[in-house]
């Protein structure tokens, strides 16, 4: 995910590209960048860190005359977030420059035509590859250039382009990346987001996929890929600039959960080929993964949570051991790695203190590390022998949502890979799993859409002093999730519980009401988990059941059911995490509570 900015007007342009970036940091911010045309060349500034460093480079902005430019903050997806790899990036004649938010899955076969036509690349990005491909098509007319450019290109863009023989004009397209684009009193304007535009104005269109904008100072035109020109309406944007970063949500936890289908889509799509899983680019050679002796998953709070889901996973289906371990345990014993033993580290932030350890660790006793992270050119990202990205954007609030349903979908593909090697599972079930894979989205989608309904069961239990959450199996790992979620948003006291393990001791602190969450999305453990439903009613709890559709078995000990859609048996932690997530977050929303930043918690554990 990364923002960018397009002005062309009266106005001298970088201080407003400046500006609309600074309101786009959210959606990146490890390194940046401007290209403003003036007197007859495009004149570029850019930088890894902070846009504050652009900022500095350029007066504010000052130092670049020019008044028709293009502006990016950026979120590393291809390349580490180095000067070169920032944005925007030129074709060869520094003719034409671009700006994108977006992923183009098929760079590296594009950037390998473009190789044999000659083409030489500076960076690591997929960006560069649009720069190059624009040259190619350009024959003196850009709309033909950009129109066939779209037609090669796979995955998703938001462009801001500038074509040096054409200074008048600034080009703006989409596909499956947002982008809007807005008339102002001196000029036109283009952003990714809302918050960057509405100090310059308040109506804006709404770019949809495949078309293309064409401004110029006084005028706007649209056109659909064919290049037939559109009529658009403009909408009139209320919000207060504040609300607008958020995209309207109140809070970053809301926003990223709704993120969660595009960031789990982002995540599984370029790797899913033909149906197979590719992981080429890993370099983790099939005979590598047939000689895994052993998985040790090292990982801290919920990443953590997603190792002890993959541990189910890997051993089901994969039929590899797996040790999953906490990173700040792991690091002060003497863990021990027989040869074979691969071991996967978990973060988002790349950058957490304990699992870095661990992870050098596991490097100086000769162990190979693969490890899932979702920041670019992170700590661990850097360390790490092999480096499996999650797609989900920066992640802004404490609790983690978007991240850690990302890193569920690394772990699938990691294990039907590994199964699929190993000859554990055909193509044919191979290829049901990925199609499974395919439908989370809509179905993560559906789950949100009942918000309402558990928002008003939230509101019941704003009082509550303590909750246990309990399953077997991985509606353990997925009640480990939702207690962790609970209590760190709400400061409400919970726990999870291997619903076996009640009767040893926990089940003593079962009262009159104790709210009790059970989750029971595997079906060879329904009964299993219904019969120790059946032990805390007997103390009068009050029991919420998560469960699939098809479960019937739970509705008549359970005091509310919450259903999620079918899915493959190991796909099922995607799905049963949304309702207790927006259990969480309405919870702390009804308490008053800071959701995005609670007491005592930093987003990223850089210290022991
Ligand atoms: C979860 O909501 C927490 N913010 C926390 O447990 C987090 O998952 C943990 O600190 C690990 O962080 P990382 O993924 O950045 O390594």
Redesign the pocket.
């Known amino acids: 995910m990364c923002g960018i900015v397009g002005y062309i007007g009266e106005k001298q342009a970088a201080p407003i590209l400046l500006d609309g970036l600074a309101r786009l940091e959210y959606r990146g911010y490890d390194s940046a960048g401007v290209a403003v045309y003036h007197d007859g060349k495009i004149e570029m500034v850019k930088a890894s860190g902070r846009l504050s460093v652009v900022a500095d480079m350029t007066d504010n902005g000052k130092s670049l005359k020019g008044t028709v430019g293009i502006g990016h903050t950026r979120w590393a997806t291809h390349g580490s977030p180095t000067d070169v790899n920032a944005h925007p990036h030129f074709n060869e004649k520094e003719s034409i420059v671009v700006v994108h938010n977006g992923i183009i899955e098929n760079f590296q076969r594009l950037k390998s035509i473009l190789m044999g036509y000659g083409y030489a690349f500076l960076s690591d990005t997929d960006t560069e590859v649009i720069a190059h491909l624009l040259d190619f098509y350009y024959k003196g007319n850009p709309l033909d250039a950009i129109s066939k450019a779209m037609q090669r290109m796979e995955g998703s863009y938001a462009l801001g382009i500038i074509f040096k023989e054409f200074p008048d004009n600034l080009f703006a397209v989409r596909k499956d990346s947002p982008l809007i684009v807005g008339k102002t009193s001196d000029g036109s304007i283009l952003a990714s987001d809302v918050p960057a535009i509405l100090n310059y104005t308040r109506d804006v269109y709404y770019i949809e996929n495949e078309e293309i904008v064409r401004m110029s100072a006084s005028s706007m035109e649209f056109f659909n890929i064919d290049e037939k020109e559109l009529i658009k309406e403009p909408v009139h944007i209320n919000w207060d600039a504040d609300a607008a970063e958020k995209g309207g949500y109140e809070f970053f936890m809301l926003k990223e959960i709704n993120e969660q289908p595009k960031a789990v889509s982002d995540t599984f799509s370029p790797r899913i080929k033909n149906d197979i899983v590719d992981i080429e680019d890993l370099n983790l050679s099939d005979e590598e993964i047939r000689n895994i002796n052993k998985l040790h998953v090292v990982?801290?709070?919920?990443?953590w949570h997603t190792g002890m889901t993959a541990k189910y996973i890997y051993e089901g289906l994969a039929g590899i051991p797996v040790e999953v371990d906490l990173a700040s345990e792991f690091r002060y014993r003497d863990p021990i790695l027989p040869e074979g033993t691969l071991l996967i580290i978990?973060?988002?932030?790349?950058?957490?203190a304990d699992?870095l350890a661990a992870l050098r660790l596991a490097k100086k006793k000769g162990i190979k590390v693969l490890a899932i992270v979702n920041v670019v050119g992170s700590s661990i990202a850097r360390e790490a022998d092999i480096v499996f990205y999650t797609m989900a954007g920066p992640e802004i609030a404490?609790?983690?949502t978007k991240?850690?349903s990302c890193q569920l979908i690394a772990h699938y593909l990691l294990a039907m890979k590994f199964a699929h090697v190993r000859g554990k599972i055909s193509d044919v079930e191979l290829k049901e799993m990925i199609s499974a894979m395919r439908e989370l989205p809509g179905k993560i989608n559906t789950l949100i859409g009942e918000k309402e309904r558990i928002q008003r069961f939230a509101n019941r239990y704003l009082a509550a002093k303590d909750v246990f959450f309990m399953g077997r199996g991985i509606d353990y790992a997925i009640s480990l999730e939702g207690s962790?979620?609970l209590k760190?948003i709400s400061y409400i006291h919970s726990d999870a519980y291997a619903a076996g393990e009640l009767k040893h001791g926990t089940i003593s602190l079962i009262e009159d009401g104790s709210l009790v969450i059970a989750i029971l999305t595997q079906k060879d453990l329904y009964a299993k988990t219904v019969s120790n439903i059946v032990e805390v009613k007997s103390r009068k709890a009050f029991v919420m059941v998560v469960t699939n559709e098809s479960n019937k078995e739970a509705e008549s000990v359970a005091d509310y059911m919450v259903y999620i859609p079918e899915t493959n048996k190991y796909f099922a932690n995607s799905l049963a995490i949304i309702p207790l997530q927006l259990l969480a977050y309405y919870i702390s929303l009804g308490k008053g509570l800071d959701v995005d930043k609670p007491r005592n918690?930093a987003?990223?554990?850089t210290v022991e």
Do not use: H, W
Not at 299 to 303: E, M, T
Not at 346 to 352: D, L, M, N, P, R
């Open positions: 990982a801290c709070g919920s990443a978990i973060s988002q932030s790349g950058e957490t699992s404490v609790a983690t991240a850690y962790l979620k760190e918690l987003k990223s554990v």
